[in-house]
């Protein structure tokens, strides 16, 4: 079966430095993975996704990810946090049957 | 504003009663998923439609449960005699089916409604 696990379930930074968050996958054959976030009483929104193209994947708000097949990894980095970023992450797989395999999630905290 | 809507926002009812949920997805969009999501817990996948049709169900979702899409547009997800248990955000989130040759479309989540039961 698929899933993800996110390593991390609070992440803290000060504005103006780098992101680092980090999810491991398990499959049997290549996965599409996903990256989400939520903010308090907003939906959930797609930052970036993989799907088999390319390895290093660019989402909106400047995240991006890399899929490593070797490390089993796609991890989620920004070079530099914005106050806005602060809210809960996660890590997705889809099954290829369109059910959605959500990661515990990483809350990321934004210093000033 | 054009994206999926839920209603209500927040629900409190007390252990034993039934409620509804309403999920309004995106025009256009043929498939509709329910999610549920539990204090610092990521989401659960519940069940999807494609149109009217029902084709998934989780095994979360027990005989209390029921969800319809009745003319393949909004749904409702109904639980009957609730528990505490079923405290948690249902989430309901829509997509257009994948055209040939790719495994996913994008889902587009609602803002959920929060169920506390008392």
């Known amino acids: 079966a698929q899933s993800v696990t996110q390593l991390d379930s609070h992440v803290s930074v000060s504005e103006g430095t780098p992101v680092l968050l980090r999810c491991n996958y398990s499959?049997?054959?290549?996965?599409?993975l996903f990256w989400y976030v939520q903010h308090p009483n907003k939906g959930l929104q797609l930052l970036l996704k993989?799907?088999?193209?390319?390895?290093l994947v660019k989402g909106i708000n400047g995240f991006e990810a890399e899929f490593k097949k070797s490390e089993t990894s796609f991890h989620l980095t920004k070079p530099s946090a914005h106050m806005s970023d602060a809210a809960e992450y996660f890590c997705?797989?889809?099954?290829?049957?369109?059910?959605?395999?959500f990661g515990t999630g990483t809350r990321l905290l934004v210093s000033p | 504003d054009t994206g999926v809507s839920q209603d209500p926002r927040h629900k409190i009812t007390k252990r034993g009663q039934n409620v509804t949920f309403r999920c309004d997805p995106i025009s256009e969009h043929n498939r509709l998923y329910w999610y549920r999501q539990t204090l610092g817990q990521g989401p659960e996948f519940l069940t999807y439609f494609q149109n009217e049709a029902q084709l998934e169900k989780s095994r979360l979702l027990s005989d209390r449960f029921s969800a319809e899409r009745p003319k393949g547009s909004f749904s409702t997800l109904e639980i009957q005699r609730t528990e505490q248990g079923d405290s948690a955000m249902y989430l309901c989130?829509?997509?257009?089916?994948?055209?040939?040759?790719?495994?996913?479309?994008?889902?587009?989540f609602g803002p959920g409604t929060r169920l506390t039961v008392l």
């Open positions: 989130a829509s997509s257009k089916i994948p055209y040939s040759g790719s495994s996913y479309n994008e889902q587009f």
């Open positions: 499959s049997s054959y290549s996965p599409s």
């Open positions: 993989y799907t088999s193209a390319a390895t």
């Open positions: 997705v797989s889809n099954t290829g049957f369109q059910k959605l395999v």
